[in-house]
């Protein structure tokens, strides 16, 4: 018999958040790919690969370095240690965050207003820790929701309530019942999270009507909204993308969170929150939340690598701030995908398409999809739940990966669903992907049937 491996601690003496679902979540589903690594994805809502360029790293790090001492005047000993030294908190390219916000979301924005995080992960953190003033805080947050947000809330020891989404991507008869219910029962709803473009998991965006009338309950609850915008700009139409909260915002109700993982690169780790709340200090003095979060920064990542910081400050400046122009192979790609998808889950499922009314046909199981305008993620629903066991067996005995829905929800409810994302592969292994997702979905039919 083995030795019984020695143990000093006991995750039941360590913070509750550790073995939370909703922390063990990512790792139990890089596990399954880990164990499966011949199984097609279509879990992984990483950026394709192929775009990926070494050579460009180190290009957009030299432009940044000219654009320091050419267009800032930094002598080169100063431009050398900017680079390379321990920091500003708020970060070092706070400026062209604020010009690219301008250029591609017609927001104005104070650079000071600006903190640079690691990735968007860490800017959620930042606010969170800092809205959970006491045991009666709580957060609102569209469901379903980025298992990232649920995390960063149980590290803080911030509940967070689900708030229905629906077609419209907010409910917002269901906001302002949730926000009194909470304050009835003696809590204070701090903010609600959510993705108003493209939300992961859902692929749900909210017109710009329904934005406006998402803010003006906002003030009139006096509520602070958590938006967060990782795949605005894959929009799968030629249209004009619909404003976002933060360019609507006219109150500062919006706290607004940017990553640059989808739309420059996910290993530079680099994101960044735009807070610019203005608060009242101890001693009388007003200045934005945005210093306030830089304060909790300073002691958890001290700043933000001036090394990653400046490839993506080089990757704007090449492309004029504008990451919709630096983005145009990325966007069709990531288009052509999600038509290749949908097309092929409507060919896979002939008798079984999305119409809402198929689900009266007893004979026939509903199977159905959303049809996303954009982003990464296509909802599949089945008649039957969804678990990390049907997973595991789809990994194993039929070799694709997926998400079951149940990740993103802050229960142990069962969920009838399924993610599929597009963006980490071809259109030929989405083909390979659906064959088997199709195979597993007849076969738990023909099961469950028999
Ligand atoms: C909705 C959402 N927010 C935030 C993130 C994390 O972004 P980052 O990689 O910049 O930390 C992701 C990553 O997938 C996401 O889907």
């Known amino acids: ?57 180190h290009r957009h790090l030299d432009t940044f370095h000219r654009h320091l001492v050419d267009d800032l005047g930094h002598r080169p000993e100063q431009a050398r240690r900017l680079l390379l030294q321990y920091g500003r908190t708020k970060g070092i390219v706070h400026h062209l965050i604020a010009r690219n916000l301008a250029v591609d979301e017609g927001i104005t924005v104070d650079p000071e207003d600006v903190v640079v995080t690691v990735g968007c992960q860490e800017a959620m953190f930042l606010v969170l820790r800092a809205l959970r003033a006491g045991p009666t805080d709580v957060l609102l947050a569209v469901a379903p929701t980025y298992v990232g947000l649920t995390g960063a809330a149980r590290l803080v020891d911030l509940p967070v309530w689900p708030v229905a989404g629906g077609p419209a991507g907010v409910d917002l008869a269901d906001l302002a019942a949730q926000v ?60 004009p993308r619909p404003p976002t909260l933060k360019a609507l915002d006219t109150e500062r109700r919006v706290v607004y969170l940017g990553s640059f993982a989808k739309t420059v690169l996910p290993g ?109 993620f296509v909802v599949v629903t089945v008649p039957f739940p969804v678990d990390d066991a049907l997973l595991d067996r789809s990994a ?27 963006s980490a592969v071809t259109p030929e292994q989405i083909d390979v992907g659906l064959d088997r997702l199709a195979a597993l979905i007849t076969d738990e039919l023909t099961r469950r049937a028999g």
């Open 1 to 57: 018999m083995a030795a019984a491996e020695p143990v000093d601690l006991s995750v039941a003496d360590l913070h509750p958040a550790l073995g939370d679902p909703a922390l063990t979540s990512m790792n139990f589903l890089n596990e399954v790919s880990e164990r499966y690594p011949a199984a097609v994805s279509l879990a992984a809502g990483r950026p394709y690969e192929e775009f990926f360029d070494l050579t460009a790293v």
């Open 180 to 239: 009194r219910r909470a304050r009835a029962a003696g809590l204070r709803p701090r903010a609600c999270y959510l993705m108003p473009d493209f939300a992961n998991p859902s692929g749900v965006s909210i017109d710009t009507a329904h934005r406006r009338r998402l803010l003006d309950l906002a003030v009139q609850e006096d509520l602070l909204l958590l938006e967060d915008n990782p795949y605005g700009l894959f929009h799968s139409d030629d249209g």
């Open 268 to 376: 530079a780790r680099v994101g960044y929150v735009v807070a610019d709340q203005r608060v009242a200090g101890p001693d009388g003095r007003v200045g934005p939340l945005a210093d306030q979060l830089a304060m909790i920064k300073s002691m958890v990542t001290v700043n933000t690598s001036p090394i990653a910081q400046a490839v993506i400050g080089g990757r704007l400046l090449e492309n004029g701030c504008s990451l919709v122009a630096a983005n145009t192979r990325e966007r069709s790609a990531y288009t052509r995908n999600l038509r290749h998808l949908v097309a092929g889950l409507t060919r896979r499922f002939p008798a079984l398409p999305d119409q809402p009314d198929q689900s009266a046909l007893p004979d026939r199981p509903a199977v159905r999809w959303t049809v996303p305008a954009g982003g990464f």
């Open 396 to 422: 194993r005995d039929y070799g694709v990966l997926w998400t079951p829905m149940a990740h993103f929800y802050d229960d142990t409810a069962p969920v009838h669903a399924l993610r599929l994302s597009v």
